[in-house]
C-alpha cells in the first residue's frame, strides 16, 4: 500500500466538516433536552387543566343541586332557570 500525504487544505477542509458534525450533534442533543422539558411542562399544564375540569364539574353539580338547572350570568351575578 503506498502512502500518499494530504495538503495542508484538504487536512483543513477534513478538520471543518469535523467541526461542523460535531457541532451539528451538540446542537441536536441541546434541542431534545428542550424538547424533554417542554414534554414535561406540557404534561403538567395538562395535570392542571384535568385538575381545573374536575373543580369546574363539582363546582356545577353543586350550584345545579341549589338552584336547579338553568344559566349563570357572570357579569350580573343572577341565575337565571
Do not use: D, R, W
Not at 15 to 38: D, H, N, R
Not at 60 to 71: D, E
Request: hydrophobic share 30%; proline share 0%; aromatic share 6%.
Amino acid at each position: 500500500m503506498t502512502e500518499q500525504k494530504l495538503t495542508t487544505e484538504e487536512i483543513e477542509q477534513i478538520k471543518t466538516v469535523q467541526e461542523s458534525q460535531e457541532q451539528l450533534v451538540t446542537s441536536f442533543g441541546e434541542l431534545e433536552f428542550q424538547i424533554q422539558a417542554l414534554e414535561l411542562q406540557k404534561e403538567q399544564l395538562v395535570n392542571q387543566l384535568e385538575g381545573y375540569k374536575t373543580k369546574e364539574k363539582e363546582l356545577a353539580n353543586k350550584l345545579s343541586q341549589k338552584y336547579g338547572n338553568g344559566t349563570i350570568n357572570i357579569e350580573k351575578g343572577v341565575f337565571q332557570s
